[in-house]
């Protein structure tokens, strides 16, 4: 594999001065919900956090923030709202490179962009099935940071198309490897997640054991990170596929499988990664990004 | 914990009690094959000898526990600090103040030579820096949790004031001054520590303001503590550790 030349890591140096409440010891925040894991990683929940604050000490670093998508097959209709909704709520005020791999980009609209935020296309090929689009997915991102991404981004989220961003997504997302808790899992015991429960699975995860069910349409980090991590789980992938297997929620379990062994420096809550589908529940105050409604057979087809 | 602050609006966790689980802390630790230094300073009165005695034995026994560990002992007595029977993994340095010529002055100055070692030795030797006071005797609860780039520990005595009664500095003239209306939180002196790089940085800009104000005829409120203060207002800790971590007895 190749050596890397990595850009510099960079820390928080400076807060510059600004005026904003108190944070009182004796009154935190949210109440009703983790907002630290074990590990010590927040867990990012409306309230928990200062734009401001968090705004004053990233906006002068002139940071990149990459975005892979991926718009294969029938997907490619998705592209549109996808990125009108990025404009209007991700990472305002950034500089921000969008990379959307496609087989089709005549298909890709033009949409309109800020300055300092640019669209990329990526020429993917179409695999034979929509699980084998999902799994190449590691594997497509991981080729693309070595090749092109490391050089121009800091800091890569790697997305699912078919969503949309309704609210603010700004740097209280970043960190060096990022996860978000899946909406379907984040209030039901560890026993219950899907993960790959066949020990012939690279992906494997026994009883008893886990920490959060995370989704595999949100995930991010430092851009070495998700170098490292996308390597990974791509070498666990082509494990399962020698030994004829396939798990169970395809690249998300092995994401889990992944994510258990090596804990995340940050989690986004499910405001971050809803679906639409499901009913609201009081603890999301609010929804930030979140699945668009589609008939999976005539797009998976 | 719903009781307390867990996180800060910065997204630093602040270290309670049943926030953590010390296992997978440990292993994760354990991971990166890094070295941690303490430093601390055993100066002036007889009966400081009897405290270090409780530091160090707490500390050795305690103290990452499992890990390598290199404590460094500033002392204008070194004799008395008896050598302990230390944990395999761990180092104990007794460093003598006479060596320096400007030790006198040793309520100024432990930020000057903290800092001037880590230049000149610290640096090649430990990973992460921990400057923690003598007195501090809790070691039992002191674990890998405390490892990250940059940490302040929350006063035991202040933890519930309101900005304005924090004991911040605030007269304009000394480099430790916050201006009305900012500060997060007041941090102690007595504990605070990170990456030896951060630590460097930040004991240099503490002494160089303390110098300051010593060139003007001016001594902050809390002395380094005021300081110490100043700094982490405008260079945020990446982990705090709450009141717990610095009880003080007299409470």
């Known amino acids: ?301 | 914990r719903q009781d307390v602050l867990v996180l800060t609006p910065w997204l630093a966790p602040i270290v309670w009690e049943g926030t953590f689980n010390r296992d997978i802390l440990n292993a994760q630790y354990k991971q990166k094959n890094s070295v941690t230094g303490v430093v601390t300073f055993a100066v002036k009165k007889y009966w400081l000898f009897f405290i270090s005695q409780g530091f160090m034995s707490s500390a050795n026994k305690y103290f990452l526990a499992g890990h390598q560990v290199n404590f460094y002992v500033f002392t204008d007595n070194p004799e008395q600090i008896s050598h302990l029977h230390m944990a395999p993994e761990n180092h104990l340095f007794v460093i003598p103040l006479q060596n320096l010529s400007r030790w006198q002055d040793i309520s100024m100055s432990c930020m000057d030579i903290i800092s001037r070692y880590i230049r000149s030795r610290f640096r090649y030797e430990v990973d992460y820096l921990y400057s923690i006071d003598i007195a501090v005797q809790l070691f039992e609860h002191i674990g890998v949790e405390i490892i990250d780039t940059l940490v302040g520990t929350i006063s035991s005595w202040q933890y519930a004031a309101r900005r304005e009664s924090k004991s911040y500095e605030t007269r304009n003239e000394s480099q430790a001054a916050i201006p009305e209306g900012e500060g997060d939180f007041y941090y102690t002196a007595s504990f605070y520590g990170g990456s030896v790089a951060e630590v460097y940085k930040l004991t240099r800009a503490c002494s160089k303001g303390l110098m300051e104000d010593r060139e003007k005829g001016i001594e902050a409120r809390w002395h380094d503590e005021s300081h110490l203060n100043k700094y982490l207002l405008y260079h945020k800790p990446t982990r705090l550790l709450s009141p717990e971590y610095c009880w003080d007895e007299e409470l």
Request: charged share 25%; aromatic share 14%; with cysteine.
């Open chain 1, 1 to 301: 594999s190749m050596k890397l030349q990595y850009t510099e890591e960079k820390l928080i140096q400076l807060f510059p001065q600004s005026f904003y409440q108190q944070p009182r010891v004796l009154a935190p925040k949210r109440q009703d919900v983790l907002t630290v894991t074990p590990w010590l990683a927040p867990i990012v929940w409306e309230g928990t956090f200062n734009s401001e604050i968090l705004d004053s000490a990233y906006k002068p670093l002139n940071l990149t923030i990459g975005v892979t998508a991926f718009a294969i097959g029938k997907y490619t209709r998705f592209a549109g709202h996808f990125l009108e909704s990025a404009e209007k709520h991700f990472m305002r005020g950034y500089r921000v490179n969008y990379y959307i791999f496609t087989d089709n980009p005549e298909a890709i609209p033009d949409v309109q962009l800020q300055p300092g935020r640019r669209l990329v296309i990526v020429p993917m090929k179409k695999y034979s099935s929509w699980q084998e689009i999902s799994m190449r997915r590691m594997e497509a991102i991981n080729k693309h940071i070595a090749e092109r991404s490391h050089q121009e981004v800091d800091y890569l989220f790697c997305l699912d198309i078919d969503m949309v961003f309704h609210n603010a997504w700004g740097p209280e997302t970043l960190g060096d490897i990022v996860a978000a808790i899946h909406p379907g899992y984040f209030n039901v015991p560890r026993s219950q997640f899907p993960y790959e429960r066949r020990s012939s699975s690279a992906a494997y995860i026994p009883d008893g054991e886990g920490d959060f069910y995370y989704g595999g349409a949100v995930f991010g980090g430092l851009v070495k990170k998700v170098y490292e991590f996308t390597k990974t789980c791509h070498m666990t992938i082509l494990a399962d596929k020698a030994n004829g297997i396939m798990a169970a929620y395809q690249e998300e379990s092995h994401l889990n499988r992944h994510f258990l062994s090596h804990k995340p420096s940050k989690l986004l809550s499910p405001e971050y990664i809803w679906d639409d589908r499901m009913p609201k529940p009081p603890e999301i105050h609010l929804i930030r990004f979140s699945t668009v409604d589609k008939n999976y057979k005539v797009i998976r087809d």
